[in-house]
């Protein structure tokens, strides 16, 4: 399945293809009633992921990936896992964002970058700050956003040097 950034639409990811979509949610929704743990997570994570994308097309769709980002977020804190925790941050404040719900996905941004200071996890805020610039972006705070793009950018060109 062949995911792209919508130009006309703040660079948010889409698909063109609709059925291969609608085939990959039925095939991971048959496997999660069965799984525990952290396959749980994993499915819940994709499920959340693929619901995001399918709310494009059917608007509804957008609070069962709510759901199952919760489920994901349950399961890092349960689990003392502050890296799965601020990667599901991530990922439940896009899909906040998709809902129009910007002050909400930046808040929890923001947590995400607190665990990024709390417990010295660098390796993913540039994606965090990428995430919150876009935001930004989407609600005309260009300022802001173009601070969060070059923060992340800075962080990127050092991750390559270390590499």
């Known amino acids: ?3 792209y950034f919508d130009e006309q639409h703040f660079l948010r990811e889409a ?3 609709q059925q291969h979509l609608q085939q990959k949610i039925t095939e991971y ?3 999660f009633p069965h799984a525990k743990d952290l396959e749980k997570y994993r499915l819940a994570s994709i499920l959340g992921y693929y619901y995001r994308l399918h709310s494009v ?3 509804t769709d957008i609070v069962v990936a709510e759901n199952y980002f919760h489920i994901c977020l349950d399961y890092a804190q349960e689990n003392n896992d502050p890296q799965k925790e601020l990667i ?3 990922r439940l404040g896009e899909t906040y964002k998709y809902s129009d719900l910007h002050a909400l996905a930046l ?3 923001k947590k995400a ?3 990024c200071d709390t417990h010295l996890i660098e390796s993913h805020r540039d994606f965090i700050l990428q995430h919150m610039g876009k935001c930004y972006m989407e609600v005309g705070f260009h300022q802001k956003a173009q601070n969060c793009f070059h923060q992340a950018l800075a962080l990127r060109k050092q991750k390559r040097i270390r590499n």
């Open 29 to 31: 929704e048959q496997q």
């Open 57 to 59: 097309h059917v608007p």
């Open 113 to 115: 970058l607190f665990l």
């Open 88 to 90: 599901t941050l991530v």
């Open 107 to 109: 808040k929890l941004f």
């Open 1 to 3: 399945m062949k995911v």
């Open 15 to 17: 698909t063109l293809d």
